[in-house]
Nanobody
Framework: AQFAASGGELVQPGESLTLTCEIS????????LAWYRQATGKQRDRVAI???????SYADSVKGRFAISGVTTGNTLYLRMSDLEPEDTAVYYC???????WGQGTQVTVSS
């Protein structure tokens, strides 16, 4: 499958933003999907996952502020981000978990 994230932009601290991931190609109905992010000079980290049954899990740094949604058969994955902080600034990617080949990411910048 191929993954393409979009929706990133420059926002101010405290604002909200929703990212969209378009998934193309074949994807097993048992695939776990995830959002990742990579800040400049840092490693890429997983921030949220969603299992086929809808179970979700979040990194401690985003818990309570981010919400992942979408299902494999719908071919679209979302990441709703609220109360954004400057530390959330990064390029965001969507992929399976474990990750396959990386596709297009989207830049989120949180700054006043």
């Amino acid at each position: 499958a191929q993954f393409a994230a979009s929706g990133g932009e420059l926002v101010q601290p405290g604002e909200s933003l929703t990212l969209t991931c378009e998934i193309s190609g074949w994807l097993s109905s048992s695939t776990i999907l995830a959002w990742y992010r990579q800040a400049t000079g840092k490693q890429r980290d997983r921030v949220a996952i969603i299992a086929p049954n809808g179970t979700t899990s979040y990194a401690d740094s985003v818990k309570g502020r981010f919400a992942i949604s979408g299902v494999t058969t719908g071919n679209t994955l979302y990441l709703r981000m609220s109360d954004l902080e400057p530390e959330d600034t990064a390029v965001y990617y969507c992929n399976s978990f474990p990750a396959q080949s990386w596709g297009q990411g989207t830049q989120v910048t949180v700054s006043s």
